[in-house]
């Protein structure tokens, strides 16, 4: 995506955009009674009245209410929390307008886009095998995820090298598997092997639903292999900046304006099953500032959900203070502390649904001096239920 996008461009992209079809696609919209205008309810605060106006000829859109107005750029950043790229980007689709990119810029956008092609065989590749394996199935099962909820975060299983088998019969494609981190060389002995052999498969997906790289869990504990092993860094997949369940949760965050974060990915499956659908998991690795600030971008409130052990609470902590540096005007933290033993994907997998238990923002708390000093001291009142309602920044 190119940073510098002419202002001409960006003009023609305007002016060329039906504002009606681009707001109409996520508003209800219905003309007025002269026929001159749309309107429909407002997505930018709880309006019951119609009170959003939208004008094809001028090309702008306002609300009397609460007074957001602009153009169909401008309400795409805005329902949509993108950049400007990226709402340029998305008008580019829809008016055919092509934005300039330098040779190098198109050759990068090239590969990424390959990249996601191929890993989105690996996945549909992982989803043919589960379909295939009752061992896998059964496993799943004993997790509380049936085929329904598979199919829906799309959940695979990689056998036997089935990946190399299907899509590395050359060198050349060999070694593209390798450098993508699908296939791995042998520990002992000469060739190579799936990367995610006999593992159940989680594809992390970006927004637009690309997929980015895997997760992989075995099925039993040898002591011998990782729990989790997920993808190599690639171009397009940096496990520090992303989150599983982006493209799950994306609807949800946006209609909540919350966030729920966790650390595993069985844990953002339980509390969507829980009917909590804007979780979203860290991939048992600790929050950084910039998965902070790209969760900050969809929702304005996020609420940290961790396991009542020593490792949760230091999650916790290191949370806290990243939050206190990327915590800005609007945007809020709060934390969840489950007890001890207990983590999300236990807990929340015994509530069929959310009237089965207190509403989350209950029990989360803010970041007050009270609640900072007792998850710092692991204080034994930090407990879930614990209610200590902290400021907003």
């Known amino acids: 995506m190119p940073k510098f996008i002419p202002p001409e461009i960006v003009a023609s992209l305007v002016q060329t955009a039906d504002i009606i079809e681009v707001i109409g696609n996520r508003v209800d919209l219905t003309k007025d009674r002269r ?160 990367y995610f052999r006999d593992r159940i498969t989680f594809p992390i997906k970006d927004n637009n639903g690309g997929v980015l790289g895997f997760a992989g869990r075995i099925r039993k504990m040898d002591y011998i292999r990782p729990k989790y092993l997920n993808s190599p860094e690639t171009q397009i997949y940096k496990k520090k900046h992303v989150l599983y369940g982006m493209f799950e949760a994306h609807q949800s965050l946006l209609s909540s304006n919350e966030a729920i974060v966790v650390e595993g990915y069985t844990d953002v499956i339980a509390l969507s099953k829980a009917g909590l659908g804007n979780s979203l998991a860290t991939g048992g690795t600790a929050i950084t500032d910039t998965q902070i600030n790209n969760v900050f971008k969809l929702a304005d409130k996020i609420i940290f959900c961790f396991d009542g052990d020593d490792p949760g609470k230091i999650a916790a902590w290191k949370a806290c203070k990243l939050c206190l540096l990327n915590t800005k005007a609007n945007k809020e933290a709060h934390f969840l502390i489950l007890p001890e033993n207990q983590d999300p994907d236990i807990y929340f997998s015994k509530m069929k649904n959310l009237n089965d238990n207190i509403k989350l923002n209950e029990l989360s708390m803010g970041m007050s001096h009270d609640y900072l000093t007792a998850i710092k001291y692991s204080s034994s009142y930090l407990r879930i239920g614990s209610k200590i309602f902290g400021a907003r920044s």
């Open 35 to 194: 026929g001159k205008e749309h309107i429909g309810l407002c997505p930018f605060h709880d309006d019951s009245n119609p009170s959003l106006t939208v004008n094809r000829e001028k090309g702008l859109y306002w609300c009397w209410a609460c007074q957001e107005g602009g153009t169909a750029l401008d309400f795409l950043m805005k329902t949509e929390r993108i950049t400007f790229p990226e709402a340029c980007e998305e008008l580019s689709k829809i008016t055919g307008i092509e934005i300039p990119k330098t040779e190098q810029v198109k050759a990068e956008d090239i590969q990424k886009e390959r990249l996601k092609q191929l890993n989105r065989k690996a996945m549909g590749h992982f989803i043919d095998n589960l379909g295939k394996s009752e061992k896998a199935k059964e496993y799943l099962k004993t997790r509380g995820i049936d085929e329904k909820t598979a199919k829906e975060f799309s959940i695979g299983f990689d056998d036997s090298d089935g990946i190399l088998k299907k899509f590395g019969t050359t060198v050349i494609e060999r070694n593209k598997l390798l450098r993508y981190g699908l296939i791995k060389k042998k520990k002992y002995g000469k060739g190579y092997e799936d």
